[in-house]
């Protein structure tokens, strides 16, 4: 006790130092206004929480350490307690100064309370003392708040069944029940008329940290292909004749150092300006469209074949002579000018090795937001601009690379059977999106099956291309790097006929596209009452045998007459996430249950082209633009509801189109989704009983 009273006076002396008023947690109470005497209420008391502070609940075991939350009620004849308060899903903490574990809240606090009516005057008063801590210097705040529960509209009427509700229409508005007796608060009302998820500004506190920390993932993997790219045979090259640049001339060591570093920025400044003008001139929405395309989706598979033709000996391919001429002419005046002509003139010599990975780079960021191409421009050119300076800086350490030679062009060929691999991706996504059925899941794999046998017989030695040297004998390296190529065929070869290869879930075309599935011939079929026949099932589909829907409309519609909540899936054909998540989360027993017991399913493809009747046609309020597409209209309700335009996406939806948790993104972790979906199903049903 006495460590208490010391805590709570230093925190007061604190407050008083730095001579404000901090308040921030702020309380606020709800409870059911129509109430029936000998009926059990439930007072809802909500939190609002400050970011980076965190609210201590009301119990843990730790007896003399910080202020817990306390309830004090007010005696009166018209209530009784039943219970005490509840507070709900609070989250652990080792609290350093007090050494002991405690239970927070962050964001927002929900505690609860029953209350039995005793009487029709019911008036329900008390105070809440609690204690507010922050994580950025270990500040704490107490506080307290005053509450009262009047203006209830009781009733004498003994509590009455509930009578069949007739199946809410969709067009016409859905009332809540008016039956004052029921034993349970009514549910909200709500209209049919359909506008979207209803988004809760404080629902979304703390989800940045999660989209934060897998934007961060995105960049090192964009800086990781930056450095990839060095070991190409285009760039490698580069590395001596970049040096000698810098050593022709007598000059100072901080001078040098000065030319280097301006040479490096301008390597960055190059690269990232294409990155820049992706995300400036084709927007949000414009990026998610480049991404699916069929025209630029197809270009880069004509591109990557070209190159990978090119790699495996069949032709060479160089940049325009008389454009990398006049740069060289200018990089050889010298200068602060020549150093820049010198960088431009690096990009353009390596332009073709490093165009299908900067390629690459740009049309898997069109998924995201629109700051995120520019970042993985800057994060690969500074992957790819750092050994250059540095040597630059250090020229001396030239002399400890390896000489070029036939290590190179195996490093070469092994990248055109990668290329070959690759390029099929970018092809599946046209030929998922306009549902041409050109390259199904099987198809994709045989011939990944044939270009990996074939690259493993090459690093063997087995088979030579044009440039190459014999090799007389296979190094450990080679036979090891072998090993692997032909365990990932052996690997393969079950995907034939339906294994998930969830590994590649993310680069495969969907599984339905199997036209021989025997895990699915296996599998038991999962029935599931559908309120009518999907829209677009003929060609959409969900995995694993789940049934569900493919039009928002139709499924909150079907959702408020079985009174399930709606599990919204915003996906794409495109997205090499969304296949991971279904192939490593979604086919988990313990989710699999839940998506197909306890929610309404529907899947909304942002990308997909296919265009809707002329009536169904509509301008979006959030750029003026005419959506004729499913594709379109389902990337701009997600944008316009939910001010987000990722994927995957998952949002669980009341009958009155509330969010109920905490949207949630790609998180491989099936313990997390299976918390997530049980926050969602336990708020619907505090919501309507």
């Known amino acids: 006790m006495t460590l208490r009273l010391l805590a709570l006076f230093v925190f007061v002396l604190t407050l008083s130092a730095h001579g404000q008023i901090l308040t921030p947690t702020k309380f606020s109470h709800t409870a059911p206004k129509q109430v029936t005497i000998g009926q059990e209420i439930e007072l809802v008391f909500t939190a609002k929480i400050e970011k980076t502070w965190y609210l201590y609940s009301t119990e843990f075991p730790c007896e003399d350490g910080p202020l817990k939350t306390a309830f004090t009620f007010e005696p009166n004849d018209s209530y009784r307690l039943v219970g005490g308060i509840v507070p709900v899903k609070p989250v652990d903490k080792y609290d350093e100064i007090f050494e002991c574990n405690v239970k927070i809240f962050k964001g927002t606090g929900e505690f609860r309370q029953k209350v039995k009516v005793l009487a029709a005057n019911l008036k329900i008063a008390g105070n809440i003392e609690f204690q507010t801590c922050t994580e950025v210097n270990g ?246 601009a750092l050994p250059f300076t540095l040597f630059a800086i250090f020229p001396e350490w030239i002399k400890s690379l390896p000489k070029s030679g036939g290590w190179l062009n195996t490093v070469k060929v092994t990248l055109g059977f990668l290329e070959l691999a690759l390029c099929l991706k970018f092809f599946s996504i046209a030929d998922q999106a306009y549902h041409w059925g050109l390259l199904d899941r099987e198809v994709n794999i045989a011939i990944w099956i044939v270009l990996f046998a074939l690259l493993g017989f090459y690093i063997l030695g087995k088979i030579r291309m044009p440039s190459d040297t014999p090799v007389e004998r296979v190094t450990v390296p080679r036979l090891l790097i072998a090993a692997f190529i032909f365990s990932f065929v052996l690997y393969l070869i079950p995907g034939m006929w339906g294994a998930p290869l969830k590994a590649l879930a993310g680069y495969l075309p969907p599984q339905n596209t199997l036209d021989f599935d025997l895990v699915a011939m296996t599998r038991a079929q999962q029935e599931k009452d559908m309120c009518e026949e999907p829209r677009f099932s003929d060609f959409l589909h969900l995995p694993h045998g789940l049934q569900g829907y493919f039009d928002y409309q139709q499924a909150l519609a079907c959702a408020r007459e079985q009174k399930k909540p709606l599990f919204i899936d915003f996906t794409g054909h495109g997205c090499t996430n969304c296949r991971e998540m279904e192939a490593v989360v979604w086919s988990d027993p313990q989710v699999l249950q839940r998506l197909q017991n306890d929610f309404v399913l529907v899947a909304l493809y942002v990308d997909d082209k296919t265009q809707l009747p002329e009536s169904e046609w509509y301008t979006s309020s959030y750029d003026n633009k005419v959506k004729k597409t499913i594709g379109k209209q389902n990337a701009d309700l997600q944008i316009r509801n939910l001010e987000n335009n990722a994927q995957p996406f998952y949002v669980l939806v009341g009958a009155d189109e509330r969010v109920l948790a905490w949207p949630y993104g790609y998180d491989r972790s099936v313990e997390e989704f299976v918390a997530f979906l049980e926050r969602g199903k336990k708020k619907y049903e505090e919501l309507y009983p």
């Not at 209830?152 to 969709?170: H, I, L, V, W, Y």
């Not at 070991?231 to 490698?236: D, G, H, L, Y």
């Not at 690096?346 to 049309?363: A, K």
């Open 139 to 384: 500040q704490c705040v107490p506080g307290e708040h005053d509450f009262v529960f009047d203006g209830f509209t009781a009733s004498g009427q003994a509590p009455k069944p509930k009578t069949e509700e007739k199946k809410p229409d969709a067009e016409t508005p859905v009332p809540a029940a008016d039956d004052t007796t029921n034993t349970k608060p009514s549910p909200p009302r709500f209209t049919a008329k359909i506008e979207g998820p209803r988004l809760d500004p404080t629902i979304l506190e703390g989800q940045s940290e999660v989209e934060q920390e897998s934007f961060w993932a995105y960049l090192v993997f964009a800086f990781v292909l930056g450095l990839t790219s060095l070991i190409t045979p285009c760039v490698f090259p580069m590395i001596p004749m970049t040096v000698t640049f810098f050593l022709k001339d007598d000059q100072s060591r901080a001078a040098g150092i000065r030319k280097a570093l301006v040479f490096g920025f301008s390597i960055v400044a190059i690269y990232t300006l294409a990155g820049t003008l992706f995300a400036v001139l084709l927007g949000a929405d414009g990026l998610n469209a480049l991404a699916t395309h069929w025209a630029p989706n197809l270009f880069v598979f004509v591109i990557f074949i070209v190159f990978a033709l090119s790699f495996l000996g069949l032709f060479e391919i160089n940049a325009p002579h008389q454009l990398v001429n006049k740069v060289d002419q200018q990089a050889e005046k010298g200068g602060w000018g020549g150093i820049f002509f010198m960088a431009a003139t690096l990009v353009l010599v390596s332009f073709s090795c490093t165009i299908p990975i900067v390629g690459n780079v740009v049309v898997m960021a069109a998924g995201g937001q629109v700051i995120k191409p520019v970042l993985a421009m800057l994060f690969y050119s500074l992957a790819f």
